[in-house]
């Protein structure tokens, strides 16, 4: 199949031979529902941590006496069923939340995924995305020139430059990422998604 490409100015410059295989693909949600969350998952630090009963800071002493008060018999104030006891089953630092997603299911989500951002016409591709200087001003033109100055935007170069990156930092809209780290999150995440012509070049190779 063939995409519009268009230039930093907005207009139409040819079009992209593009592989159907990555580009023209039948969406798969429950495949790209599990790879999004393991890869979720996989991002966590898995550095919270909480306290049993025997590590919080609490006396040790019996609150009152076994029988006699009229109350339910209480042995410490760290019990899990009082307010500021300790927990039953806490989260530990070392848990591991990792799950394994294959190769070939990866690219079948990366590859869902990009063929229902063409279908939906939320995909772009240019011929090129660069700046002579490192303005905000001057990449925020080039956004509105392709009609994305509205919407949360992913874009995709074959090679971050400085100037690029310190011209999208400062916008909150704005993720601009090379070839290689394009994941599922980050493509879902956005409603428009640029991808330099280069960029779709080097995406496609990785199914070669």
Not at 55 to 69: D, I, M, N
Not at 99 to 116: D, E, F, T, V
Not at 135 to 160: C, H, P, Q, R, Y
Not at 185 to 202: G, I
Request: with cysteine; aromatic share 6%; net charge positive.
């Amino acid at each position: 199949m063939e995409l519009k490409v268009i230039n930093t100015a907005g207009h139409d410059v040819g079009t992209l031979q593009v592989n159907d295989e990555v580009f023209n693909r039948e969406y798969n949600e429950a495949l790209v529902h599990q790879v999004v969350t393991a890869f979720l998952a996989n991002a966590r630090q898995g550095t919270r941590a909480q306290k049993t009963r025997g590590e919080v800071a609490k006396s040790t002493k019996k609150p009152w006496r076994q029988k006699g008060t009229g109350r339910a018999r209480a042995g410490a104030a760290s019990s899990p069923l009082w307010r500021g006891g300790g927990r039953i089953f806490p989260n530990r630092p070392d848990e591991n939340f990792s799950q394994k997603i294959n190769r070939k299911m990866y690219r079948g989500a990366l590859a869902s995924i990009l063929s229902q951002l063409v279908r939906d016409t939320r995909f772009v591709v240019a011929d090129s995305i660069a700046l002579e200087t490192p303005k905000t001003k001057g990449f925020v033109t080039i956004l509105s020139n392709m009609s994305l100055s509205n919407d949360t935007v992913l874009v995709v170069v074959n090679e971050l430059t400085e100037d690029l990156f310190l011209a999208s930092r400062n916008l909150s809209n704005v993720l601009v990422l090379e070839s290689h780290q394009v994941n599922p999150y980050s493509l879902l995440r956005c409603n428009k998604v640029v991808f330099e012509r280069k960029a779709v070049e080097d995406l496609q190779e990785q199914w070669v």
